[in-house]
């Protein structure tokens, strides 16, 4: 049986959903999840999938799911849930949820043009200006290093009646506190938002670090345990510990999905399972963290809700296959390279069940909305129709090669070029930001390319942000710093 890279399987799915394949790209994501029943990635784009499809009932449950229950800061399920609420007709429901994706990317332009659209349904005319508000300037303090002012308007939105309850405020208060060296007061917050949250993946993170830290490690990997099940690979520990990351980069491969119908059998929704239980690649429940490790570690309310109902495998032979598969989380584990695990009997796969968290009550408007404040120029200067036929076949080349190899970063960056060259400058951007993950060879040019948008496009501040975002990767960092700070007074400008 073929098997492929959780990585590239993602991948896959999301341009099946740029190629309109709807129906393929839930069918890869429901057979990720058969395997791994709380994989955020997956989650996410299956959420995508159902949305762009028009199943506005399915999208909206599986964005608040994940919103609820694993990632509160989710840009896509934020911007997801607005869209279908649009849809749907529900105006004031939609503006809440749009504007929470507007506080984590304030300089996105497709956020800002909803958001210009919402209030224009809502109040009958066209707003002159979006606001920065609080939560928006905190984040980018924050983003930019000013740790202080960032706890200060954090702490401030927490005390106050129109954040007490918002768990992405709490847990963007929580890595700041981290970031500013305040490892207690991060780990006490991370315990709060697990009473509330327990399968909050940077919480887990935030808390299983300080715990290690401290020298408490029985607790840490207790703690740490839990991220296997949101994040196989890993990628969210990379990207907020780097080399200092207690959980090493991970190649997850799994079958190719066969039979279409063995995908939609499965479940699309997130289940619980218990902290005490490894969910492998093929369902099997294998005891790793001892019961009394983690009465010490985990607060009173965060015992599951309810169990997993995947049926145990008892065979020796293919725990130790899922071991190699999936990795152990113990300090200095190497990362796992295509390690081929053998799939469980027909049977027993065809048995395994994933049950159905609850779905939160969904959050009420708080009082007052964003006031609106002046918008940045549009960044489109032609739509892909504009394109001659030969620059369209160019990119179209260069796109299906990066369908076969999604990792080559040369080909990805002749495509941001040529996106470039023909006035795409939204899906220039997008390839440029694909590229700040990349090998670390292409950065001088990568970062020449975006210096020179910058250059032409003073006002367009996702390009400054994205320059400073390479800056800091290519331990340039003051003038990482230098960028962000400059888009802090431009931001604080548009609101005096």
């Known amino acids: 049986m073929a098997r492929v890279t959780l990585q590239e399987y993602c991948d896959e799915a999301r341009d099946l959903i740029n190629a309109h394949a709807y129906d393929d790209a839930i069918a890869i994501c429901r057979h990720i999840l058969k395997r791994y029943p709380k994989h955020i990635r997956a989650y996410q784009i299956l959420g995508e999938a159902c949305l762009d499809k028009g199943e506005l009932e399915e999208a909206l449950d599986i964005f608040k799911r994940l919103l609820d229950h694993a990632d509160p800061e989710n840009f896509v399920a934020y911007a997801g849930l607005g869209v279908a609420y649009e849809e749907k007709g ?5 503006i809440w949820y749009m504007e929470r994706a507007f506080e984590l990317a304030p300089n996105n332009e497709e956020v800002r043009s909803a958001l210009r659209r919402l209030y224009t349904k809502r109040d009958g005319k066209e ?5 920065y508000n609080k939560a928006a300037f905190a984040r980018v303090y924050a983003k930019g290093g000013q740790y202080r002012q960032a706890i200060r308007d954090f702490h401030d939105l927490l005390e106050s009646d129109i954040g007490r309850d918002r768990l992405d405020l709490k847990l963007s208060f929580a890595e700041t506190l981290w970031r500013d060296g305040r490892r207690e007061e991060a780990a006490a917050t991370a315990r709060e938002i697990l009473q509330i949250c327990p399968d909050c993946l940077k ?8 715990l290690l830290e401290k020298g408490r490690q029985e607790e840490a990997w207790a703690v740490l345990a839990n991220a296997r099940y949101l994040d196989p690979e890993n990628k969210l520990a990379q990207a907020l510990f780097g080399e200092q990351s207690p959980l090493p980069s991970q190649t997850i491969r799994i079958p190719r999905l066969e039979k279409k119908a063995e995908a939609e059998a499965s479940t699309a929704a997130m289940p619980e399972t218990p902290a005490s239980l490894s969910v492998t690649e093929e369902g099997v429940e294998a005891a790793t963290i001892p019961e009394e490790a983690l009465v010490e570690t985990v607060p009173a309310g965060l015992e599951p809700v309810m169990t997993a109902t995947e049926e145990p495998f008892a065979e020796e032979a293919v725990a130790k296959e899922v071991e190699a598969e999936v990795g152990t989380i113990e300090p200095g584990v190497p990362p796992v390279e295509e390690a081929p695990v ?6 027993a796969a065809e048995a395994a069940q994933a049950e159905v968290l609850p779905v939160s009550p969904e959050p009420a408007p708080p009082v007052g909305t964003l006031a609106p404040e002046e918008t940045l120029e549009e960044t489109v200067l032609a739509s892909a129709a504009a394109m001659t036929p030969s620059a369209s076949a160019i990119i179209e080349r260069y796109k299906l090669q990066l ?19 023909q006035g795409q400058m939204k899906l220039a951007l997008e390839q440029y930001t694909l590229l700040l993950h990349g090998k670390s060879r292409l950065l001088p040019e990568i970062i020449r390319d975006v210096e020179t948008i910058v250059a032409s496009r003073p006002d367009n501040l ?7 975002d390479l800056y800091v990767k290519a331990g340039q960092l003051q003038k990482g710093l230098d960028r962000y700070r400059w888009i802090l007074r431009r931001l604080e400008e548009k609101t005096v």
Do not use: F, N, W
């Open 462 to 468: 996702e390009a400054h942000e994205l320059l400073a």
């Open 203 to 210: 919480a887990i993170l935030i808390l299983g670090k300080v």
């Open 342 to 347: 053998a799939a469980p009997p027909a049977e």
């Open 90 to 94: 529900q105006i004031p429901k939609a």
């Open 127 to 131: 707003p002159e200006r979006i606001k």
């Open 403 to 421: 369908e076969q190899r999604p990792r080559d970063d040369e080909t990805r960056l002749a495509l941001a070029r040529a996106y470039l060259e």
